[in-house]
């Protein structure tokens, strides 16, 4: 289990965090804390409950039991407080791509009361950033997966959050792009700001995060650093996943599956 | 009649081998392709306020019944070939809007790209299932409109009727699959494939509007008894245009019509549509074909950036505006958001333009209607005071992209008005409204008013405002009582009827607000009117107020 650093109060706070959908529950008495600097790999099985975390933290979601609290703020009683100090980029978002990204993240800024000279600066350098100042003006209707994924993210930084959920933000980027964006993730950290990172691609949670969270069925089945998963039960992230979330009899099934082609054989 | 196609295609088996057609691959390709036809129609069913889709079973039957009323032109005509003319140069116009709008989705379908092509299915038979996919929608549109004006001549003239107007029927289609790969082919030319997409769009919202038309106008028209007896086709001029051979062809093949004339534009009748296929198929359809692609590829435009670089915030209308009227940055967001994408949304506006086109068509309808020549309706009109008719009528019209602004196919995208902190939903959607306002009401309101000032005179000013301040208060109450955020929920919303409340709504509203103007008008001086606008700009101000303030639920 990972030590508090000292003298700092924890930004996220889950306390006894509960969630039922009717009568099927998803989260089951979660409790963790995580500090300012901190990179967090979220990671689990499909449907094991990552994104429902994610959306209490964001304020979408008030029907919870337990506690939630971002900064100090409680994410049920003050969600739009808390929706000011965060960014979140969902997973494969839809944005309006008969905008511009100008357009696009002038609206954003709006949104969040930025005033517009603020915004407009912020956006075209990290536009640039990522190389789409070109591109600035151009409606993103005719962009890449990987263009648009960049104006997501921009959209997630623009209001310069302390805590920022970032859910695949790799998807669709060139390498070139991931290696930018990894190393944006690290110097935010670096000025103390969180990231609560999900993703399915171990490899790469596996190299950003300080700490990790695994969960399956709505529980937390593993917490801390890479090496000290790695320590108690295997070689890779993907080895410590698999184990964990109990996939054992993998030959089998793949033998199961491969009986399909039976028929094309004989 | 999936099984009917189908079994037409089993019929031409033969043909298909010669061709090098894999039957089983076109057979299941069809079926899949009409499959989905059917299914496509009966969403556009239930759906009646939004017949953009050529295809739909409403189209049909619109089709049947201008069909019947273009039938009308052959029966009122004392000369046949006028009729057929008049009769052809309906169809073309309609056929070639109708073709125009749909031609793109019905020839290529994008997801032949992703799902067709990397499957071992060879051209041939890709290019055969695309063929017959036209032919039949082609003869979906064709047999409806046709049917009542085929009986006729069946009745008429015999055998021999039918088959020359089949004939004919043919030619003109022909010749307006022609002439549309010419129009296509120079559109796009000067306009970028996305640029292309809008402009389908606009042909979309004429077809809507003509349709519209068709039904209210054409049978007015049709009974002037002094039009019939022209016989179009003694005129010269008439030689330019295509149903005029047609109508030609008819009187020499049928009335044994045999002067230089007749015979000069059967010919062209005859070979400017054969001419103009093998033209198609040598010439134009490689290049078209490839540049059709590019568009359901969504290939980026090259004319450049959609709009002028601006560095500075805040130049420009829009801007300008929305910092004239919006309270906060938020309602500014909403604002901005929302007139682009009224102004970028394809899809909007083919649902949202045509009720506007609807207005003058009414009102023509509404006045035309009634006793005595053209020139003394004109003055009737004129004398009275249909002018407030035509104001309110307006609001009938707003109030559908009042309405159809919380709807968008990219509804998905509305995930970041819940996740910014917005301090009141009410201020997003008072943004929104002002937008549509803006967008909507207000200029068309001015053009209206312009019209009524020059049309009925100056002492109608007073009346115009009053009529400004009670349009834009109903439009208020409108928003207030169904207050969604803008642009999200899906289209399919849309069918679920929660509009005809707010629809009833408006008609009474209209109709109570309209009646106590028309009394002010009657009864009462100008400045009554003036006054009343003055002071109801109070209420207008704090139901906006009201509608801002609207909370998070």
């Known amino acids: 289990m990972q030590e508090p650093p000292p003298f700092k109060a924890p930004v996220i706070s889950l306390n006894r965090l509960s969630k039922s959908y009717g009568k099927t529950q998803v989260l089951f008495d979660i409790n963790l804390d995580f500090y300012p600097g901190q990179v967090i790999g979220y990671i689990g099985p499909n449907g094991a409950g990552k994104s429902t975390t994610v959306r209490i933290l964001a304020g979408l979601d008030g029907e919870f039991s337990g506690e939630a609290t971002i900064c100090g703020i409680d994410v049920r009683k003050d969600p739009l407080g808390v929706k000011q100090m965060i960014g979140y980029v969902p997973e494969m978002a839809e944005l309006y791509d008969v905008l511009t990204p100008r357009e696009f993240l002038t609206m954003i800024g709006r949104l969040h009361n930025l005033s517009d000279a603020v915004t407009l600066e912020r956006s075209l350098r990290m536009l640039r950033f990522f190389g789409l100042e070109t591109n600035a003006d151009d409606r993103m209707d005719t962009f890449s997966k990987g263009m648009r994924q960049k104006v997501l993210l921009i959209s997630g930084l623009l209001h310069n959050p302390q805590v920022l959920f970032l859910d695949e933000p790799l998807s669709g980027l060139d390498a070139n792009s991931v290696i930018m964006v990894k190393e944006i993730i690290s110097r935010l950290a670096a000025q103390g700001k969180t990231v609560f990172y999900c993703s399915h691609m171990m490899d790469v949670v596996e190299k950003v995060s300080d700490r990790i969270i695994l969960i399956d069925k709505g529980r937390v089945v593993a917490d801390g650093t890479f090496n000290e998963l790695k320590q108690q039960e295997g070689e890779s992230l993907e080895q410590v996943f698999s184990k964990l979330t109990g ?11 491969m009986e399909s082609f039976r028929s094309d054989e004989q | 009649m999936i099984r009917f196609w189908l079994f037409i295609i089993r019929l031409l088996k033969p043909l298909w081998k010669r061709l090098g057609v894999n039957y089983d691959q076109l057979k299941a390709l069809m079926e899949a392709r009409l499959l989905m036809e059917t299914r496509r129609r009966k969403t556009w069913q239930q759906n009646k306020s939004s017949n953009s889709g050529g295809s739909s ?11 019947g009323g273009a039938l009308a032109a052959i029966i009122q005509f004392d000369h046949v070939g006028s009729g057929l003319t008049l009769y052809f140069l309906i169809w073309m116009v309609f056929f070639s809007v109708t073709l125009i709008s749909d031609f793109t989705e019905v020839l290529i379908d994008v997801r032949d790209n992703y799902i ?4 071992p299915v060879n051209d041939r038979t890709i290019s055969a299932s695309r063929l017959m996919h036209i032919v039949i929608y082609l003869a979906g549109l064709t047999v409806p409109f046709m049917l009542p004006a085929l009986i006729y001549m069946a009745v008429m003239f015999g055998i021999s009727g039918v088959l020359i107007f089949i004939f004919l029927q043919l030619l003109s289609e022909l010749m307006v699959v022609f002439g549309i790969n010419l129009i296509y082919l120079g ?18 919202i004429a077809l809507t509007v003509m349709i519209f038309a068709g039904y209210y106008l054409t049978p007015r028209l049709l009974d002037w008894d002094r039009v019939t007896a022209v016989n179009f086709l003694e005129k010269p001029l008439s030689t330019i245009l295509p149903p005029a051979w047609l109508g030609s062809i008819w009187e020499v093949l049928h009335e044994g019509a045999a002067d230089t004339v007749s015979l000069f534009r059967a010919g062209l009748g005859i070979l400017v549509p054969l001419l103009g296929i093998w033209l198609v198929v040598r010439f134009l359809a490689g290049g078209f074909n490839r540049k059709l692609m590019a568009i359901s590829m969504g290939v980026k435009s090259d004319a450049g950036p959609v709009i002028r670089k601006r560095n500075q915030p805040g130049s420009g209308y829009m801007d300008r505006l929305s910092r004239w009227v919006c309270r906060s940055q938020a309602e500014k967001a909403a604002f901005d958001l929302t007139w682009l994408m009224t102004a970028r949304s394809r899809d909007f506006k083919v649902k949202v333009y045509p009720s506007f086109g609807f207005i003058p068509v009414f009102f023509l309808y509404m006045a035309i209607q009634g006793k005595g020549t053209l020139a003394e309706r004109f003055m009737e009109i004129r004398s009275g005071n249909y002018f407030l008719l035509l104001l309110y009528m307006l609001l009938l019209a707003v109030s559908t992209p009042l309405v159809s602004i919380r709807f968008s196919d990219k509804y998905k995208a509305s995930w970041l008005f819940i996740t910014s902190p917005v301090a009141r939903k009410g201020e997003l959607i008072a943004g929104a409204f002002k937008a549509v306002m803006g967008r909507f009401f207000v200029p068309f309101f001015l053009v209206f008013a312009v019209i009524t000032l020059s049309f009925w005179g100056v002492k109608t000013a007073p009346h115009i405002l009053l009529a400004f301040v009670n349009l834009s208060i109903i439009s208020v109450i409108i928003t207030y009582l169904t207050p969604d955020l803008p642009l999200a929920a899906p289209w399919e919303e849309a069918k679920k009827g929660g509009q005809v409340a707010t629809n009833i709504l408006t008609t009474v509203a209209v109709g109570v607000i309209g009646g106590f103007h028309y009394l002010l008008v009657l009864f009462t001086p100008g400045w009554v009117s003036f006054v009343a606008a003055v002071v109801l700009i109070l209420p207008l101000y704090f139901l906006l107020k009201r509608l801002s303030a609207l909370k998070w639920t």
């Open chain 1, 247 to 257: 996939k054992q009899d993998l030959d089998q099934m793949a033998g199961d599956f």
């Open chain 2, 57 to 67: 079973w409403l189209i049909y039957l619109s089709f049947f019944f201008i069909g």
């Open chain 2, 116 to 119: 067709v092509l990397p499957r």
């Open chain 2, 187 to 204: 559109i796009l030319r000067f306009a970028s494939p996305a640029r292309f997409r809008d402009m389908i769009g606009y042909f979309q």
